[in-house]
């Protein structure tokens, strides 16, 4: 045991010697602002995109007609399987065309299920080298072969695909949609070309992009893509505003996911009120009108006009200003909260090392005049 916590706190001195340390700080979430040590930050961290968990107007009205039990404390294979969930996942179904759905506790709960389950020993995942933790993790968990590619260069993944699909049982292609610490895009066009060449399954990761784009559908369904993709994971937690997450495909492959995916059967299932909550934002806000993704496309096109400015260039709402070292990354956060703004340091692992980074993460609560004094701070930065 004595060894144990020394293995620990000699990690623990290495992160602060490296300015990778992390702790937990209180705060509170008001609107679009953090309330924390007696400073008003405008918000520039969060994944609520459109501002929607945050809007007292939205929850009253859900709370109106909400009569329900919480929570179902169950896995849905034993009790849990509510007409909540059975709703959710049929009006999902329809909204993106496709046979089946299954709604999994949160993103990483979710794609660890996928590719736990989906890819096995003897099979191979061409992966984006930037893909989320959850993607990476689930592959190690199945046991399949890992083969990264460039990001977001498909030369590189053609080249891999030539040398080595052949010697696999399943090939899979994943990328993300919108890739969370970029705020880039894949090329979901070049991905389904590639995944039909080489007969793969393709999947893709919309956590950042559902909700915005293609009519609240995502980005495949922006690109006109969406009947191409065999297996198409989102999240509530985000753009939703709720909590949660699902994936929709072949049947076929949802039913396996539902028998074997252990990130499934062996969790409790999400509080039944995110459920509906979710069901009644979906319904209510995002498929029914594009006013606040109108909004949020909006500030981003009055944010990268002006850090052009700055030579800081982005392609969506997420914007990543790259500054390499941990200690500066810290020195900028630290910069952007003194002058008001709430906009966390950025690091090892969560991206790769040597390249700590702000991200600038925009929703649609924020106006305008919110970010004037920003473009001034970031000028500042060294």
Do not use: W
Not at 133 to 147: E, N, Q, T
């Amino acid at each position: 045991m004595k060894k144990c916590y020394e293995f620990c706190k000699n990690k623990l001195d290495e992160q602060k010697k490296n300015f990778n340390f992390r702790s937990l700080r209180p705060l509170e979430i008001s609107s679009k602002y953090i309330l924390q040590d007696g400073k008003k930050l405008l918000n520039l961290s969060s994944n609520d995109y459109l501002g929607i968990s945050t809007r007292k107007d939205i929850r009253d009205e859900f709370l109106k007609t909400y009569d329900l039990p919480i929570s179902v404390p169950s896995a849905r294979l034993l009790c849990a399987n509510t007409t909540s969930y059975d709703k959710l996942e049929n009006f999902l179904c329809d909204k993106f065309s496709k046979e089946a759905c299954l709604l999994f506790n949160s993103g990483y709960h979710a794609n660890v299920g996928i590719y736990s389950t989906l890819a096995k020993k003897g099979d191979v995942v061409f992966c984006d080298k930037l893909n989320h933790a959850s993607i990476i993790d689930g592959i190690r968990l199945g046991g399949a072969d890992l083969i990264p590619f460039k990001h977001a260069n498909y030369d590189d993944l053609e080249s891999k695909l030539n040398r080595y699909a052949k010697k696999y049982e399943n090939v899979i292609i994943s990328s993300e949609a919108l890739f969370s610490m970029d705020g880039d895009f894949c090329d979901v066009k070049k991905l389904v070309e590639l995944k039909e060449k080489f007969g793969a399954i393709l999947i893709i990761d919309e956590a950042h992009s559902f909700g915005v784009y293609g009519e609240g559908l995502g980005y495949c369904a922006q690109e006109k893509m969406l009947d191409k993709v065999d297996l198409l994971m989102a999240t509530f937690g985000k753009a939703v505003g709720s909590y949660g997450a699902f994936c929709v495909g072949n049947k076929i492959l949802i039913e396996y996911l539902t028998n074997f995916a252990r990130s499934f059967i062996f969790s409790t299932v999400f509080p039944q009120i995110s459920a509906e909550f979710a069901y009644f934002v979906l319904k209510n806000y995002i498929f029914s009108s594009n006013v606040l993704q109108d909004k949020l496309l909006n500030l981003k096109n009055y944010v990268h006009k002006n850090l052009s400015e700055l030579n800081i260039l982005g392609s969506s709402y997420i914007v990543p200003i790259v500054l390499g070292e941990n200690e500066k990354a810290l020195n900028a956060s630290k910069l952007l909260y003194d002058n008001g703004f709430y906009s966390l340091a950025i690091r090892y692992p969560t991206v790769a090392k040597n390249s700590a980074r702000l991200r600038i993460s925009l929703n649609s609560s924020i106006e305008f005049e919110d970010l004037n004094p920003l473009f001034d701070a970031l000028s500042r930065i060294k």
